[in-house]
């Protein structure tokens, strides 16, 4: 995220404490937003606030960056939260929070965390975007339910719509809808009702994207793990296509491999698996889909930004928005 | 928790979906606050509201009980939360979230939760109040941070005045500091300030009754495990009074058990530990400064009330504030 941002975000967290435990805390807290993501929902808010006529250091402008820290903490509790479910080693190229702290101060923290995105919303005063968080929160809560469910129970015998209704309430929204909503309502506007349907079209290509790059990605480039998705179980677009179509020697010991705990698979066997996967046409496949939703939710979202009062900052924000559908990291 | 403050926090819950997912998880935002809590928060802040001169049936009444139901939703949201970081088994004579449904869908049910007290606060729309959540939860969570801690490097070269922090910061401000000054502001007054040292000296004699009862109450009464705490590792003022005074032998068979995980510890041992705490003067010591906080905290609330529009009602919730410091249950 831009350093000035990042600055904000920090300058709410809580910043002395005569104890070593407090320290300790307060550090917990800027550990994550320290680590530096890439700003993309924070970004866009900001970008659809300039299409919508918000000028540089105007008292909007003050307030739509307010609502962008917000995001950027909503972000980062959330991948806390999202680290222990998972039981995710890494993050940003460190150890997750709570494999430095442990589970319980972990929680603890995230939980802070996401009460400072609230102080953030306050900061910014902007009517109308208190649902916007709640709606926000309640989509993305609903989509990890969904996810986490499926390894709970271990399930596979799911199919590619499965597949989208999690992506679109776990990523869309927050991703693209609502950080689009945001910054309209930063410029006083009442949001265009295209910024749904265009949102979930392209926060579904922008995860498809991710799913195809964690696969199939330069590993200089995209900075994680490649193949990380799939030792962790993931359900993805190409692993569900890939299911319905794989002989049943490679189908059977995919499930195999699955029903085992990480520390319990076979390395071998997910390499033999990540090599079939590459070779089927599953990641085309998934690819393709996310081209046709990326255009279909640029249209959708050319169409919305059609008469926005500054016609340069829109064109930008679409060009982002087609880079993030295509990017190589 | 009063009938129609249950169907009020029910009514924020989402409770439609198509997916059994979706089902499963709707019933685990609603589980906790239907097993009923006992709602001592909230019938403070309602108390508070009265005697600051809120009558039924006004729009500030209403104000009220949406800010009574957002506290509610708080202390439900932390407990599922808590239960995890100190692995309880039960809360409220079921089990635990975490133990019904496993770690990852309980965290996230306890964000959603979260997300749904600012639905409420939203509701409430009183001006002032949510820096007075957001401080509740900054105060909440830094005293959770500090008994974790202690837990986690297994500490007890602790003093009492350690445990009077942790206790400040962890249960007297959400207890009865915030609820005391919501109340006001329901009425659209501003808070007094001996609500503070008032409400830190009141939930400190609250929660030290709760180590007490926890030791030496009536079972059938008190609705808890009698020694939970004690099997648990609670740093409390009884047992960090004990360890000052104990013979050599018992406190280093104290620190023993308290160094093993609780599968591992001895029960008969800890039974022994149990009745040396009954028998030695640190339950009537820590009765005592209870006592005498709940005096002082009294005191500066009665000042504190001294002239407020309803003299009745300001009297109700002094009696109700003393039963609460010196309850048997």
Chains 1, 2 share one sequence.
Not at 32 to 60: C, D, F, M, N, W
Not at 155 to 176: F, G, I, S
Not at 215 to 236: F, P, S, V
Request: hydrophobic share 45%; charged share 25%.
């Amino acid at each position: 995220m831009r350093p000035d941002l990042l600055s904000r975000v920090l300058s709410l967290l809580p910043d002395s404490g005569t104890r070593p435990e407090y320290q300790q805390y307060h550090e917990m807290l800027r550990d994550y937003p320290q680590r530096g993501g890439k700003g993309i929902r924070s970004e866009l808010l900001l970008a659809s606030a300039r299409a919508h006529g918000v000028g540089q250091e105007t008292p909007e402008w003050e307030a739509a960056l307010w609502l962008a820290a917000a995001l950027e903490l909503f972000q980062n509790w959330v991948l806390i939260h999202d680290d222990i479910e998972d039981d995710s080693e890494e993050r940003r190229g460190q150890p997750a929070l709570h494999r430095l702290h442990g589970v319980p101060l972990a929680i603890n923290a995230g939980d802070a965390l996401h009460a400072y995105m609230w102080a953030a919303v306050h900061r910014a005063d902007v009517p109308g975007t208190m649902p916007e968080f709640l709606n926000m929160i309640h989509h993305t809560a609903q989509g990890q339910h969904l996810d986490l469910c499926w390894v709970e129970d271990r399930r596979w015998d799911l199919v590619e719509d499965d597949y989208l209704e999690m992506v679109r309430q776990k990523t869309a929204y927050y991703t693209v809808v609502i950080p689009l909503r945001l910054g309209a309502l930063a410029a006083g506007v009442a949001p265009s009702e295209q910024f749904t349907p265009a949102g979930l079209a392209l926060g579904t290509a922008f995860q498809i994207r991710d799913d195809v790059l964690n696969l199939a990605g330069d590993a200089a480039k995209y900075g994680k793990e490649i193949g990380g998705d799939l030792l962790e179980g993931k359900r993805t677009m190409i692993v569900l296509h890939w299911l319905r179509t794989a002989p049943d020697a490679q189908r059977q010991a995919f499930l195999t491999q699955m029903g085992l705990n990480r520390p319990d698979k076979d390395l071998q066997m997910v390499a033999d698996i990540h090599r079939w996967l590459l070779e089927s046409g599953s990641v085309n496949y998934a690819q393709d889909y996310a081209h046709a939703q990326a255009e279909e939710g640029l249209a959708l979202l050319s169409q919305a930004f059609q008469h926005a009062p500054d016609q340069v900052a829109a064109a930008e924000m679409l060009a982002a928005m087609r880079e993030l559908a295509t990017r190589e990291a």
